[in-house]
């Protein structure tokens, strides 16, 4: 991402609107002043702030320009004082009003908070769930089961694509679906040359609004608005994928996700507090279907994020063409972060993909396909450099650029988890026949996918 670029802009963190100080895009149209004065223009409260600090522009890929003044009331609420105000709610009113608040934390966040709390990710995360359950919070469940359907989905939805490739122009590549900034940059920006070849399987986030407000609402005989769900992640674009219009159910007046806070904006929730981590009692986890034999805390594969590449890449080499991969060996293009993996057999290329990770490559990618020189049939695009345990809500260091030390020891913390492959876990297996009716179902549909279309710059 484009390093070399920074503007001066009102700190935005106390009204929850720290992502739209960066709304800048610097593909080649960069106009600070108009961003920053369509930012004054939709929040004049921003102007009177006093404090102020730099921000880079390649904070986020998530539009081209400023958000809307619609988009940005609904962000705005996706913060602390929010969860304040329905505790304090809570706390007013009859029981029968009350809002049962479910936490949802991403896998990704476990280690900033193990790291902080020097702790393990496994006792970092009950310490977690015990802050969180102290201040109010009933149920804390952690986003891998539904990682596992995304990866699931998303595997499923790559065979189907590579055998019509041949009548479909827009089969190939396919792009992975779950970074936000990079969905909205593609939808906004990149427009027919991109979106088709999206894919729909939904994100991990979204997914597990879908099970909270719907499977386990009615495990619980509660309606959907009876619960306020939040999701913390360490990416501040997750804020704005919650606030799609698709995942609105305008019926209902509900969002499935309501909240989403960054894993910093957590550890800030602790600060205020006053609690120490001594002082915090562990408290497990919980799960969808109450009592489990879970084995404990895993991950998915892959270096930081949840291994979309490397699920689909074995899932592929085994569906069609019967061949098992071990181990995944990355070559390394230009970077780290643009790294590509290739099937071979009797010299013959079977499958090619890439992972492009961060503004830069993302450029680089762009500029080959609008050539036509894209060889790969799957890239797992991310926004942000090094991945999703890199995301700002986390990682963020001086001068707002990534903490390097503390990422490389998030990395160490999220690999030292043991590894289960998503069609392994019998939850998920589970969910499949007891929530949505089947793999194939209309309510699997439903659930669990999704479209991307482009939709007019703001």
Known sequence: MCQTHSLSCTHLINCGLHLLSCMCLVWGRMNEQICFDNLIHAFPQVKESTSVQQVLLSACLSCDGCVSEDEGQRISQQNLEEINRVLALNKKCDTSKHKILVVSVCPQSLPFFAIKFQLDVPAA???LCGFLKSVGVLYVFDTTVAASFSILESQREFVQRYRRKHHDSNAMPMFTSSCPGWIRYAERVLGSLVTPHICTARSPQQIMGSLVKDFFARQQKLTPDQIFHVVVAPCFDKKLEAVREEFYKSILEIRDVDCVLTSGEILHLMEQSKVTVEEVH???????????????????????????????????????????????????????????????????????????????????????????????????????????????????????RPDRTLVQQMEEHYSSLPVRLPDTNPEVQRLYQDWLDGHDSPHAQQCLHTQYKIRLTV
Do not use: W
């Open 125 to 127: 995360a009950k310490k």
């Open 282 to 400: 562990s408290a497990p986890l919980d799960h969808v279907f109450g009592e489990t034999t879970d084995p404990g805390m895993t991950r998915h594969e892959g270096r930081g994020s949840e291994g979309f590449l490397e699920h689909i890449f074995k899932h592929a080499a085994k569906e069609l063409f019967g061949l098992d991969v071990q181990e995944i060996v990355y070559k390394t293009l230009r970077n780290r972060d643009f790294q590509e993996v290739a099937l071979e057999r009797d010299g013959e290329t079977l499958l090619q993909f890439a992972a492009v990770y961060g503004f830069r490559n993302i450029q680089t990618l762009v500029h080959r396909m609008r050539k036509g020189k894209v060889p790969y049939q799957l890239v797992e695009v991310l926004s942000c450099p090094g991945g999703c345990l890199s995301g700002r809500g986390q990682a963020e260091g001086e001068g707002g």
